[in-house]
């Protein structure tokens, strides 16, 4: 027998093929993909007032006698009915557009109830509220849905009412009964009743806190399973035994490691020495010194035999750490190759056979490195740098040139500890929460475009003191649609402004051969202003660039500002961000507060959370985690630490999840694992 909630959706009453297309675009196929449709918005039309108690914009019920009913046909497409609504308060005008049909409904001195959003005008109006003379229609809390153009609020509550009253769907509970006792969680039947159709606010919210607790935990135990799997599967790390090149790497550094450098190196090497292999995620914020935690990695894997392979996103980035890199691991004996998408030919084959004979110990490139040809002699390190620039399958596909080799994954973007142990669950986590000495702050401006022209003028004085400028714009190209800047615009205008230095442009539809040649000559000091686009967001090491002026700034999230923002302060030199904020609402104000007062990224990462949410923050799918469909990881995170907790609760009882009351976990965490790549 089919599971009922496998029925596909254009199989239901009153969906035919146009509307089940227009489903499908959202994600839903059957019945399940419905019911977990979960609304973004409730409309309470409970909420009863008189007319003199309305205030503008707000959404209300209101019980009036209807009068002077007047019925026009304006041109061909455009239909207008208009009426009066009175109560023993006051007056209120209500228009309905190309809804003539309403005509005879409505009865000069007949009472309605009615719902809709309040103008002001002279006085007030509704605009195409709806009506009845049923006050039940009324006294509900109504759902509203992220739809598309084929698919109306009411198509989506119609479907999803007859479902629910449907007898044939088998509502499976997923949850043990132990687990739903202990967190006093509903039943997952009511829980969905009561998220789509809450019969008050006390019933959503006990709804609410079922679905978030059951979706945290879902994910825990999915990332949870995945770690045990990693460190059960009987896998062999290679087992590192010698730290002598490791040590003299770091003794030849011309600085002295931070404390937090130092702990994430004794944490890598404790995973080396395990003889297991390591997954560990590095994560701290931009110039916190990543690149020499992971060269010390490198110099104690070949210090012991192996090879190391070191991906970049970029060829110009991917070039800069080899340059860095190379000289330094000569003089420990290390031989260091680097291969990207410009190296051809009999070139391309030589890097190809030293590093399957194991003549090359390091291989520095970019997603050149995981191509088929491609093979190595004993690799056992593999390093990621900006991970969220790299596809799952593309991690996977280089760890898969050794046997079972160490992982280390670094990532700029700062993320609070306790999400990063949530949403790299799979994953041992290293934090560099501490800046080198002698790096001087960012001293960082918020400007409106009326200061424009001293920042232009102060920009000239930079360069002409020998420094190097960046200015990123949210645009390429101008729009008349648009009142965004655009990089072509600002490298026409600042090629006149600064007519004495050289100037150059860069953003992403140029081809890499050319954004090559300009961030080199940028890097080597060539260009002394950079117009681009936020290509430069992951970029080289440029120590004599101190300035970063960033347009629409208004249009960049706090996580995105301040990756700009490490672009610069990467030398001794007082460095500068300039933002000039086109916007208006407090939401941009806010954001240009918190990058003027705040050099912290873990900081900043909270507050982007907390403004922008977990969804286009983290770019979940990125990650090869799922966008959720009703948690907020910031919102709840109360609800999150439960369902973790309860997560390594109910592994340590039942670490393959085969009791019979933890079945249905496991189907659920299956479709989960079948439809994302964790």
Known sequence: MIDYAEKEIRYLK??????????????????????????????????????????TGEKVTVYC????????????????????????????????????????????GNKFWFFGRVERKTIPQMINPIFSDVFEDFAIIVPVYKKNKDLT??????????????????????????????????????????????????????????????????????LLIIKNKHQNKGLKGAAYKNFNKGNAYLDNLEFELTGAQKKVISEIRSDFKSGKPMHRLLQGDVGSGKTAVAATAISDTCGNGYQAAFMAPTEILAKQHYH?????????????VYLGGDIKGGEKREIYNL????????????????????????????????????????????????????????????????????LYGDLDIS??????????????????????????????????????????????????????ISVESIYEELKNYFSEFRIDMIHGRMKTSEKDVVMNKFYEGTTKLLVSTTVVEVGVNVPSATLMIIENAERFGLAQLHQLRGRVGRASDQSYCIMINRGTGDVARRRMEIMASSTDGFYISEQDLVIRG???????????????????????????????SAALRLLKDDPMLRLEENANIMVEINRLMDKYTM
Request: some cysteine.
């Open 614 to 644: 977990p969804g286009e923050f983290f770019g979940t799918r990125q990650h090869g985690i799922p966008e959720f469909k009703i948690a907020n990881i910031y919102q709840d995170m109360a609800i999150l630490k439960k369902a973790q």
């Open 14 to 55: 009153g969906i035919g093929p146009r509307r089940s297309e227009a489903f499908q675009i959202l994600g839903i196929e059957n019945i399940r993909d419905l019911l977990n449709y979960y609304p973004r918005n409730y409309e309470d039309r409970s909420i009863i007032k008189n007319i003199s108690e309305i205030e």
């Open 153 to 222: 609020q009411n198509i989506f509550r119609k479907t999803i009412a007859s479902v629910l009253k449907e007898n044939n769907y088998r509502f499976a509970e997923i949850l043990p009964k132990s687990i739903m006792d202990d967190y006093g969680l509903v039943s997952f039947e009511e829980a969905v009743r009561n998220i789509h159709f809450p019969k008050n606010n006390d019933a959503f919210y006990i709804a609410r806190e079922r679905l978030v607790f059951q979706e945290f935990l879902l994910l825990q135990v999915s």
């Open 431 to 484: 934090i560099i929460d501490e800046m080198p000495p002698g790096r001087k702050s960012i001293e960082t401006y918020a400007v409106s475009p009326d200061k424009r022209r001293r920042v232009l003028d102060f920009a000239g004085k930079r360069i002409k003191a020998g420094f190097q400028v960046y200015y990123v714009c949210p645009r390429i190209e101008e729009d008349d649609n648009s009142e965004l």
């Open 355 to 422: 590093l399957e004979n194991g003549e090359a110990d390091v291989v520095i490139g970019t997603h050149a490195l995981i191509q088929d040809s491609v093979s190595f002699s004993n690799l056992a390190l593999v390093i990621t740098d900006e991970q969220h620039r790299f596809g799952v399958e593309q991690r996977k596909a280089l760890a898969k040139k050794g046997e079972s080799p160490h992982s280390l994954i670094l990532t700029a973007t700062p993320i609070p500890r306790t999400l990063a142990l949530i």
């Open 324 to 336: 860095n890199l190379k000289d330094e691991f000569m003089k420990l004996g290390i031989s260091t």
């Open 65 to 108: 006698m209807v009068s002077n009913i007047e019925s026009r046909r304006i041109r061909k497409n455009l239909h207008i009915l208009k009426a009066v609504l009175s109560d023993e308060t006051g007056y209120m005008n209500v228009i309905w557009f190309n809804q003539d049909y309403y005509y005879k409904k409505l009865k000069d």
